[in-house]
């Protein structure tokens, strides 16, 4: 079984922007995607996995959250790099879903989905939902600065569970990733 990188949106690929509602309004990290074109070269299969409560809040249309991932998908294949697979959770937080980080149902559902094994596999993301998704299959964790990462960083210093890696921004997540496929 082949291994992957799981990818937050808000926070690790472009800028956290508190409900991102429209696609003029996202903002690529600087790096992010020379990163994911890393993984691409590498072969290495990059998955988005996103809560998107707007939707469930109300606050915007599941037409909307396509709209930015088509725009995602776009301003990465602008620059060479693209997302293998986009899952994302539209629920309210109340709903009690099993796909809302972090519950790992996406990252199940992409794992049967493609074949993949998620305790060779790397979640990366700025919050401690991102990481705790991971966690609780047995992913290696690695948290970003950007975003909400340095909250979620001293949020850490209370749990039972830490990153495998912090790093800096996405770019500096990849390069530590593929440096660790030798124990793959």
């Given at each position: 079984m082949?291994?992957?990188?799981f990818l937050d949106r808000d926070g690790t690929i472009n800028e956290e922007a508190q409900y991102l509602d429209e696609p003029?309004?996202?903002?690529?990290?600087?790096?992010?995607?020379?990163?994911?074109?890393?993984l691409n070269h590498a072969g290495v299969p990059v998955i988005l996995v996103t809560n998107q409560a707007g939707v469930g809040r109300g606050y915007f249309p599941e037409s909307a959250v396509n709209a930015i991932h088509r725009e995602l998908a776009r301003r990465l294949a602008a620059q060479g790099a693209h997302l293998d697979a986009i899952y994302y959770c539209p629920h309210h937080p109340d709903e009690g879903c099993d796909c809302r980080k972090p519950k790992p149902g996406m990252l199940l559902q992409a794992a049967k989905e493609y074949s993949l094994?998620?305790?060779?596999?790397?979640?990366?993301?700025?919050?401690?939902?991102d990481l705790e998704a991971g966690w609780r299959v047995?992913?290696?964790?690695?948290?970003?600065?950007?975003g909400y990462g340095v909250e979620a960083r001293e949020a850490f210093r209370h749990l039972d569970f830490q990153p495998h890696y912090v790093a800096a921004d996405l770019r500096e997540a990849v390069q530590w990733i593929l440096a660790q496929e030798a124990h793959l």
């Amino acid at each position: 079984m082949k291994w992957a990188v799981f990818l937050d949106r808000d926070g690790t690929i472009n800028e956290e922007a508190q409900y991102l509602d429209e696609p003029a309004r996202l903002r690529l990290l600087p790096g992010a995607a020379e990163a994911i074109r890393v993984l691409n070269h590498a072969g290495v299969p990059v998955i988005l996995v996103t809560n998107q409560a707007g939707v469930g809040r109300g606050y915007f249309p599941e037409s909307a959250v396509n709209a930015i991932h088509r725009e995602l998908a776009r301003r990465l294949a602008a620059q060479g790099a693209h997302l293998d697979a986009i899952y994302y959770c539209p629920h309210h937080p109340d709903e009690g879903c099993d796909c809302r980080k972090p519950k790992p149902g996406m990252l199940l559902q992409a794992a049967k989905e493609y074949s993949l094994d998620l305790t060779r596999s790397f979640v990366v993301g700025d919050k401690v939902s991102d990481l705790e998704a991971g966690w609780r299959v047995g992913c290696r964790m690695v948290l970003v600065l950007t975003g909400y990462g340095v909250e979620a960083r001293e949020a850490f210093r209370h749990l039972d569970f830490q990153p495998h890696y912090v790093a800096a921004d996405l770019r500096e997540a990849v390069q530590w990733i593929l440096a660790q496929e030798a124990h793959l």
